[in-house]
């Protein structure tokens, strides 16, 4: 399974993402989260040091591994063409969460449909990773639509866009949803995140009604998520929102047996 969270700032991906992540690894997936966010928080929230996640270099601002993947020897000739198993197994991080950790960080060029060496690194890494039986990918997208423009989540099985209840969030999802659509995202789907009470519920099911999607779950806000947020401190995984994420990657998981 290769599933991406994505959908506007701040509407809880990296939150969500660690939570399946962990989820997973209890069910006994040898898991890879990625992080395709340039905030760089999933390391953190799944228990990754402080010091030890600022010290990771990500992959798009990897000078040398780009170079080394991508060159040709010719100015403005790049190589589309490479393996990606040894930049899984040289640079994932092991977290306490019990995930592996792959910092893909963002690329920063102009135009949605970048083709500059580093966002092939990044494509070719998602489209190639081969996901065997019970293993499993989760991805934390930027904030946006900038990831979907430059193709670098193609290669996922099911795109989970996460709305808070605010018309802002439900555009964003809409345009999200076209968007995968022209990339051949095979499945797509909603989950209401950080929603005010029955008028948040209320909303996210409108949004979803309105985009024509499922709308998978929905997760109020957790106190306790919080202030680990606050604290710099890993998602928990025993409250309220985590029994939500539990039952939702049940839910994923028998849709795709």
């Known amino acids: 399974m290769k599933l991406a969270l994505s959908g506007k700032g701040g509407v809880g991906k990296t939150t ?15 898991t890879l989260a990625i992080d395709a966010d340039p905030a760089l928080n999933l390391g953190g929230a799944l228990g ?18 780009v170079a080394a993947k991508t060159g040709t020897g010719y100015p403005g000739v790049y190589n589309l063409s490479f393996p990606v198993e040894d930049v899984i197994s040289n640079r994932a991080v092991m977290t306490p969460a019990g995930a592996g950790l792959l910092v893909m960080g963002t690329v920063r060029a102009a135009g949605g449909g970048c083709t500059c060496p580093a966002a092939a690194v990044v494509r070719a890494l998602l489209r190639r990773l081969v996901v065997g039986e019970r293993q499993a990918v989760v991805l934390d997208l930027e904030a946006g639509l900038e990831h979907l423009g430059r193709g670098t989540a193609a290669g996922v099985d099911l795109l989970l866009v996460l709305v808070d209840g605010s018309a802002a969030s439900c555009g964003v999802a809409g345009r999200i949803r076209d968007l995968a659509r022209e ?6 789907a909603l ?27 929905v997760l109020p806000d957790d106190p306790a998520v919080a202030r680990a947020g606050r604290e710099g401190g890993p998602v928990p995984t025993d409250g309220a929102m985590a029994a939500l994420a539990d039952a939702l990657l049940d839910k994923l998981l028998e849709e795709a047996a």
């Open 191 to 217: 989950v209401g995140s950080r929603l005010d009470g029955d008028g948040g519920v209320e909303a996210a099911r409108d949004c979803a009604g309105r985009l024509d999607l499922p709308l998978l779950a």
């Open 183 to 188: 990339l051949g995202i095979p499945r797509l």
């Open 48 to 65: 990754l040091p402080a010091a030890e996640a600022e010290r990771l270099v990500p992959i798009a601002e990897d000078v040398d591994l």
């Open 16 to 30: 969500l993402a660690a939570l399946l992540a962990a989820a997973l690894v209890r069910r006994g997936y040898a």
